[in-house]
């Protein structure tokens, strides 16, 4: 059975250009490896009704819906009630949660903006935070992440075993340089036509010392079509005159 | 006037995590700059109905629409004929940009799939694309780029001119290390409070090194209130023991 998964990332700084998103890519490859391959990605701002209205939406969508982003302690940290409120639950203390914060604070303060960390959406199952301690959470279908890319990865590393994995998906990749796109491209719908189960990639790429090329990609869950198709295309390169090499180009 | 802008990446190659992604920063960065600020992205696959439907509702939502990525000559470059189905245009060759093309490929073979890049909704504007010949398109307010981040570039510093820029954002950042967000957490939710028209941002990083910190941002069109502002973040940082550094914390 095909699962899918979305991603929304909630944060201004990556909006203004201030962060450059790190997340997406960790969670794609991730995700594809579990055969929850990710279908959209959101970018949204720190907006209350915004936040709710897509995560309302988006996991009506799809099987698994991450968040990441706008979990900590400030005023601009409103994932979690955010998610508590597309949930119709309420958002309040956890006690484990609070008596682990508590006892990690007791060195410092307790305050009231890092006991904001301890409240979850009621039903909600934390995610442990080895970095720094202040969980995420599952509730539902949606998993709420932190947006620090270490932290992120952390969470994820915990929450990976619970999740219920797919089909795996395969793929195979040729690339060849000195030969352009428009060269390959009616073989290539040929291919496509031939596996229409598979999907048949073209992906160019010009590098800034001259280098250009394509890397073709074949991509499925029938992992003999995938590699049927993939003879095909390193034939079709050769065909054209190019010197098909396996994988994906040197950056 | 407030003037928005939104983003469409169109790439199964995202969404898989093969590629990543290179041209939401730039893209973020350079709108803002024209006051023409990001307000959502979305990352989307290369399926018909999923592009038609994110156009029309991404385009009647805010003032400018940029997409990146489908525009090659290849079977899974959809992006044009699905933009000409979204404003119920016909999908036609664009006879300059036909004639351009065709004196281009004279030296190899202008093919059907090269052809098929001389094909624009009716009524689209070429952007110029000095990188690879093969134009973008802008048609009502929606821009169709590459998704090659050198074409991209390319093409937007093409089309900026031709945009009408909004109102500028003014931003100014302070950073403290060995201090966490939940020490500020209070008094940044105070000064928030007093600069209802400002966003106040709060950005933990967490180095692999050990190094830790917070960066905050004032930012908004009133340039005498984002001074303001930043003075009082500078003066919370001192009074919670940290040491305030003008700008973003080092890599």
Same mark, same amino acid.
């Given at each position: 059975?095909?699962?899918?998964?979305? !991603?929304?990332?909630?944060?201004?700084? /990556? !909006?203004?250009? =201030?962060?450059?998103? $790190?997340?997406?890519? &960790?969670?794609?490859?991730?995700?594809?490896?579990?055969?929850?391959? !990710?279908?959209?990605? =959101?970018? /949204?701002?720190?907006?209350?009704?915004?936040?709710?209205?897509?995560?309302?939406?988006?996991?009506?969508?799809?099987?698994?819906?991450?968040?990441?982003?706008?979990?900590?302690?400030? #005023?601009?940290?409103?994932?979690?009630?955010?998610?508590?409120?597309?949930?119709?639950?309420? @958002?309040?203390? #956890?006690?484990?949660?609070? %008596? +682990?914060? $508590?006892?990690?604070?007791?060195?410092? $303060? &307790?305050?009231?903006?890092?006991?904001?960390?301890?409240?979850?959406?009621?039903?909600?199952?934390?995610?442990?935070?080895?970095?720094? +301690? %202040?969980?995420?959470?599952?509730?539902?279908?949606?998993?709420? +992440?932190?947006?620090?890319? =270490?932290?992120?990865?952390?969470?994820?590393? $915990?929450?990976?075993?619970?999740? =219920?994995?797919?089909?795996?998906?395969?793929?195979?990749? @040729?690339?060849?340089?000195?030969?352009?796109?428009?060269? +390959?491209?009616?073989?290539?719908?040929?291919? *496509?036509?031939?596996?229409?189960?598979?999907? /048949?990639?073209?992906?160019? &790429?010009?590098?800034?010392?001259?280098?250009?090329?394509?890397?073709?990609? %074949?991509?499925? *869950?029938?992992?003999?079509?995938?590699? *049927?198709?993939? %003879? #095909?295309? #390193?034939? !079709?390169?050769?065909?054209?005159?190019?010197?098909?090499? *396996?994988?994906?180009?040197?950056?």
């Amino acid at each position: 059975m095909r699962r899918t998964s979305a !991603l929304i990332l909630i944060g201004n700084e /990556i !909006l203004s250009g =201030r962060t450059r998103d $790190e997340n997406i890519q &960790f969670l794609a490859k991730n995700l594809g490896e579990l055969g929850i391959p !990710l279908r959209e990605v =959101r970018v /949204i701002p720190d907006v209350r009704e915004t936040i709710i209205k897509t995560v309302t939406e988006i996991r009506a969508a799809y099987d698994e819906v991450f968040t990441t982003g706008g979990i900590g302690p400030t #005023h601009d940290d409103i994932t979690a009630p955010c998610v508590a409120e597309a949930f119709g639950v309420p @958002w309040e203390i #956890h006690p484990p949660t609070f %008596a +682990l914060l $508590e006892d990690y604070f007791r060195k410092t $303060e &307790f305050n009231a903006a890092r006991q904001r960390m301890a409240k979850l959406p009621r039903g909600a199952t934390p995610i442990r935070n080895p970095v720094s +301690l %202040a969980p995420g959470f599952t509730i539902g279908n949606v998993h709420v +992440l932190a947006g620090v890319p =270490r932290i992120m990865r952390a969470m994820f590393e $915990e929450l990976a075993p619970t999740l =219920r994995p797919g089909e795996p998906v395969f793929s195979l990749t @040729w690339h060849v340089t000195s030969l352009y796109e428009g060269a +390959l491209a009616e073989g290539l719908e040929a291919i *496509q036509a031939q596996y229409p189960d598979l999907d /048949i990639g073209s992906y160019p &790429f010009h590098r800034g010392d001259g280098r250009y090329g394509v890397a073709l990609v %074949a991509k499925g *869950q029938d992992r003999d079509a995938v590699t *049927q198709a993939a %003879a #095909h295309i #390193h034939d !079709l390169i050769e065909k054209k005159g190019g010197t098909p090499q *396996q994988g994906e180009p040197p950056p």
